[in-house]
């Protein structure tokens, strides 16, 4: 198994993302076999991840995955690399609300050593402070040096080199730079699918940063993982079919590797197609899988989309099990209301209305109980899982789908629909609780 490194930062919005993807990108340009994961719940930074290198990214989660889940994702995740880099989620000792699955649990879990990448725009000498402190707050984890992201002119360069003599070794100190901005939406970065310039970032990021970072001391700072692969007992959610219709475009993104791979795995032959493109469902298909992702932005071309609305009510009439998550649950309503108040028909074939027009943050871990049998298994079944939109029900009618409990063991309530083989929730699943 290659060495690995994990780059964090001291909280969310610290460039740890362009850092780690311009390095990524700077090291497979040099002939380095890299691969990466990510840290927590994120559909969106792995794809990033993907295209700087090549290979695909997985999501390591300490919080929402079985232990033997998240050993074979990083197995997977290391595959034939030379190097693995992972990057954090929030700050390092940021994780769920119950204190647990932070990005040092994961460095400690796995005997890997941090990099920190530290924003020092408006900082001085007082970086040393930062560095220290974030150096001795935890005796089982390596915090082995530092990158420093937003630096001014030679003078600002040399107050922080000083501040660190002795106290941490500083790989690089990357400027600041416009070039280096992605832009972003109420989710996060805007897609990777969405930038039709993205080779050209990428390259031009890899310039900037693999010039400002000293690439050999980085690479040489790699540890070997600690464990061995361990095999998962059951995949993390089971196929919903033998032949398993899934959306995949600008609109319904949002999909773990980890979970479509288990799957075929086990058999599933995947057919993807494209709601956006106007594409239905295979008509040989048992199953349809509508992910998450931004159907919000394209309300209005998915209702004029009659082959897909269509080609989804047809398979619900043939008694195909279809099962959304988030965007996915939204097109499976009668109506989705866009930031304009402007309703659009939907598929519907669950009784809902959904609506972006008053924006409303919902996020966080989710422990899910399965309401009633069905393909997810046998009512009380527990998954794990995560919840992160902004949408919110309007109206709901039938029977829910889950209940669900937060990271704390609140109850939030019922959560979902469930029409005969149909069903959907706002919550993205991770992995079942257990074996």
Known sequence: MPAGLILAAPSSGSGKTVTTLSLLRALAARGTRVSSFKVGPDYIDPAFHGAATGRPCRNLDLWAMRPETLDATFAAATGDADLVVGEGVMGLFDGAADGSASTADVAARLGLPVVLVVDVKGQGASVAALVQGFRDFRSDITIAAVILNRVGREGHRAILGKALEGIMPVLGYIPRDTRLALP?????????????????????????VGGAVDLDALAALARAPMGAESPTSAPPLPPLGQRIAVALDAAFAFTYPGILEAW?????????????????????????????????????RLESNETLMNGLRDAAARDAVM????????????????????????????????????????LGYRRITLAHDGVLGPAGSVYRGHEFHYARLVRQRGTPLFHATDALGRYFGPSGAVVGKVAGSFLHLIDRETS
């Open 184 to 208: 972003e939406r109420h989710l996060g970065l805007v897609q990777a699918i969405e930038r039709p310039d993205l080779e050209q970032f990428l390259d031009q990021a890899a310039g900037i």
């Open 264 to 300: 075929r795995h086990a058999g599933a032959e995947l057919l993807p197609f494209s709601p956006l493109a106007d594409e239905a469902p295979d008509a040989s298909c048992d199953a349809v899988y509508l992910p998450g992702g931004y159907p919000e932005l394209h309300a209005a």
């Open 323 to 362: 099962f959304g998550e988030c965007g996915g649950f939204m097109l499976l309503g009668e109506r989705l209301i866009d930031a304009e108040g402007e309703s659009h028909i939907m598929a519907g074939l669950l009784p809902t209305v959904t609506s972006i027009d008053a924006p409303r943050l919902h």
